[in-house]
C-alpha cells in the first residue's frame, strides 16, 4: 500500500514537473515573441515616420516649384545675379523653365525611391498610398503647365522676332534717302527739276519738280553711311534738306564730299537732288 501510494506521487511529481517545463518553455517563447513583435512593431513605426517625413519633405518640393506667371516674374532682378544668365530674357526664361524641369525629375526620382522602399519593406497603408497617389498627381500638373509655358515662351519668342524684324524694317526705311547727282542738263533731262520763274528766259532757277523714279536714285542707308561723294568741282543741293543738317566740302579740286550732320533732319526730305558745276 505505501509503495503503490509512494509510485504514485512519484508519477503526479514527474507529471507536476513536465507540465511545468511545458508551460515554461510556452512562455519563453511567448515572451520571445512578444519581444520580436514589439521590435518589429517599433521598426515599422519607424519607418512609417520616416516615410511620412519624406512625403511631407516632397509635397515642400512641389510647392516650392512656383509655375505660371509667377515662374516668370522671379527671374532675378540683381545684377550680380543676372551675369550668370544667358544675356536675353527669352534665354534667361528658358533657363528658369530648365531649372523647374530639373526640380520635378528630381522629386520624381524621390518619389518613386520612397514607393520602392515602402513595397520592399512591406509598409502598405491605404492613407500613404493616397498620399503618394496625390504627390505623382500634383507632379503631372507641374509638369504639364511647364509643357504649356515652354509652348508660350517659344510662341512670344517668335512674335517677338517678327516685331523686331518688322521694327527693323521700318527704321531702314526711314533711315534711308534717295539721292541723284548731275549737271543741269542732265537733272532737266531726267525731269527731276525744272526751271521756274525769271524774265523772258532769263534769271530762272532750278527747283525740284517732285518727280521720283526710284530707278534713277541711288539709295543710301543713313543709319550705316553718312557721307556722299560727289565727283564735280562745286556742288549745291537744290533739295529742301535743311542747311544745317548736312555740309559740303571740296576734295582736291575735282571732288565735293556732302557730310551729313544731322541724318534725322536731313532725311525728313527723303529725295536728295544735287547739282554739279
Known amino acids: 500500500m505505501r509503495r503503490t501510494t509512494a509510485v504514485a506521487l512519484t508519477l503526479i511529481s514527474l507529471l507536476l514537473i513536465g507540465t511545468t517545463v511545458v508551460f515554461y518553455s510556452k512562455y519563453r517563447k511567448s515572451v520571445a515573441n512578444y519581444a520580436e513583435m514589439k521590435a518589429e512593431d517599433e521598426s515599422t513605426q519607424?519607418?512609417?515616420?520616416?516615410?511620412?517625413?519624406?512625403?511631407?519633405?516632397?509635397?515642400?518640393?512641389?510647392?516650392?516649384?512656383?509655375?505660371?506667371?509667377?515662374?516668370?516674374q522671379t527671374l532675378p532682378a540683381h545684377r550680380e545675379v543676372e551675369a550668370q544668365l544667358p544675356g536675353t530674357l527669352h534665354d534667361q526664361v528658358l533657363t528658369r523653365i530648365a531649372t523647374l524641369k530639373g526640380a520635378i525629375e528630381r522629386t520624381k526620382d524621390r518619389i518613386t525611391e520612397l514607393d520602392a522602399k515602402l513595397r520592399k519593406s512591406g509598409i502598405r497603408i491605404a492613407g500613404m498610398e493616397k498620399m503618394i497617389a496625390g504627390l505623382r498627381k500634383?507632379?503631372?500638373?507641374?509638369?504639364?503647365?511647364?509643357?504649356?509655358?515652354?509652348?508660350?515662351?517659344?510662341?512670344?519668342?517668335?512674335?517677338?522676332?517678327?516685331?523686331?524684324?518688322?521694327?527693323?524694317?521700318?527704321?531702314?526705311?526711314?533711315?534711308?534717302?534717295?539721292y541723284m547727282v548731275g549737271s543741269k542738263k542732265e537733272l532737266v533731262r531726267s525731269g527731276v527739276v525744272a526751271s521756274e520763274g525769271g524774265v523772258l528766259g532769263i534769271g530762272k532757277t532750278l527747283k525740284p519738280s517732285g518727280h521720283f523714279d526710284e530707278a534713277a536714285f541711288t539709295r543710301l542707308d543713313t543709319d550705316q553711311e553718312s557721307v556722299i561723294r560727289i565727283p564735280a568741282k562745286k556742288a549745291q543741293v537744290l533739295s529742301a534738306q535743311p542747311v544745317t543738317s548736312y555740309v559740303l566740302e571740296p576734295l582736291g579740286t575735282d571732288m565735293v564730299e556732302l557730310r551729313i550732320l544731322d541724318p534725322k533732319e536731313f532725311r525728313k526730305v527723303k529725295q536728295v537732288v544735287i547739282l554739279t558745276t
Do not use: M, P
Not at 62 to 67: K, R
Not at 146 to 155: C, E, F, G, K
Open 46 to 72: 519607424l519607418r512609417y515616420g520616416h516615410a511620412i517625413g519624406e512625403i511631407a519633405t516632397i509635397q515642400d518640393s512641389l510647392n516650392a516649384i512656383v509655375l505660371g506667371e509667377e515662374a516668370l
Open 138 to 178: 500634383s507632379v503631372a500638373e507641374k509638369e504639364d503647365r511647364i509643357a504649356q509655358l515652354t509652348t508660350q515662351v517659344d510662341t512670344l519668342q517668335t512674335q517677338v522676332t517678327g516685331l523686331t524684324v518688322a521694327v527693323e524694317d521700318k527704321q531702314q526705311e526711314l533711315a534711308t534717302i534717295f
